[in-house]
């Protein structure tokens, strides 16, 4: 009987340490991933500031050259706040893009498109504008306006999956390796979204 007591003892004070030195190490790696994650957010902030303040070299030069059409979704609801939507289409105009497609699924933006062009002096709709014209880069702005009842919901999915798929293809780096355009994923993505590909 007396050999039995200090065994259990021994057992309970061996389990009262693992049971303390887990806990350490659980804290102990709790607070290096705490460390870590605080030291990327840091970095995270002070590049989006040095980006702001036009430091780094790589964000200065925005080539809108090569773009050629800009489609937009908006929400339903910013939609309707027609003075935001017409800020972005000043900021837009003022780096340069000139043709753009806006999409709203109840076309709300079909309705208030009247405003949007009695505040932009620059543009013009798409309708008015020769095709030949939207292919070189105009002098004013040509815009598009599109909702759900267009039927143009699935050209919006299509380029959805295009985005999903050049977004698997990025690095950790946050730089995407090559974004790829190729026909075979065009076709792949109208398939997806149930319409005919060539």
């Not at 004070?13 to 990327?40: D, K």
């Not at 105009?138 to 999903?164: Q, R």
Request: hydrophobic letters at 45%; proline letters at 2%; glycine letters at 6%.
């Amino acid at each position: 009987m007396d050999l039995k007591y200090p065994a259990r003892k021994f057992s309970r004070s061996l389990l009262t340490m693992g049971n303390v030195g887990l806990q350490l190490l659980w804290y102990f790696l709790h607070i290096l991933l705490s460390i870590w994650y605080s030291i990327i957010s840091i970095r995270c902030f002070i590049e989006s500031c040095f980006i702001t303040c036009g430091v780094l070299e790589k964000y200065k030069s925005l080539n809108t050259g090569k773009l050629r059409y800009l489609a937009i979704v908006i929400e339903s609801e910013d939609a309707h706040q027609t003075s935001k939507v017409v800020k972005l289409l000043q900021w837009l105009d003022s780096i340069g893009v000139k043709n753009i497609c806006l999409y709203d699924m109840n076309g709300v933006l079909k309705k208030s498109k009247e405003a949007i062009f009695g505040k932009l002096r620059n543009a013009k709709p798409i309708e008015e504008v020769n095709e030949a014209v939207t292919l070189h880069v105009p002098d004013h702005m040509t815009l598009e306006f599109v909702s759900y009842a267009d039927g143009k919901e699935a050209m919006v999915k299509a380029a959805n999956f295009i985005f999903v798929e050049n977004l698997k293809r990025q690095n950790f780096g946050g730089e995407i390796d090559g974004q790829v355009m190729s026909e075979s994923l065009l076709n792949e993505a109208l398939k997806v979204v149930g319409l005919f590909a060539f």
